[in-house]
């Protein structure tokens, strides 16, 4: 099995930023996942936010957070991460780290195979 923890959440104002992490751990798990970040505001589904490959070649993001989150891993480290910058009052929610089998970065969250438990990010006006 997998798991999956997710740090670096907090609260901020809005025009700041967050740097998120996510350490994956367990026997199963492999540097070649892909790996995703979603979340989720109250009263609302959880929605994608970004994707990346095993290697880091290709990212995949949400258009309300491209140009000011970016996504990035260190396999060495078996941690992936989330750089939130400009954040905004809209970018509050849980964020949640996802993990993969494939060597792909799918966007859809049914198609991620081990999650972890969130962290949650407030942004202020």
């Known amino acids: 099995q997998v798991q999956l923890v997710e740090s670096g959440g907090g609260l901020v104002q809005a025009g700041g930023s967050l740097r998120l992490s996510c350490a994956a751990s367990?026997?199963?798990?492999?540097?070649?996942?892909?790996m995703g970040w979603f979340r989720q505001a109250p009263g609302k589904e959880r929605e994608f936010v970004a994707a990346?490959?095993?290697?880091?070649?290709?990212?995949y993001y949400a258009d309300s957070v491209k140009g000011r989150f970016t996504i990035s891993r260190d396999n060495a480290k078996n941690t992936v991460y989330l750089q939130m910058n400009s954040l905004k009052p809209d970018d509050t929610a849980v964020y949640y780290c996802a993990a993969d089998r494939t060597t792909v970065p799918p966007k859809r969250l049914v198609d991620y195979d081990y999650w972890g438990q969130g962290t949650q990010v407030t942004v202020s006006s």
């Open positions: 367990g026997r199963t798990f492999s540097k070649y996942y892909a």
């Open positions: 990346i490959s095993w290697n880091g070649a290709v990212t």
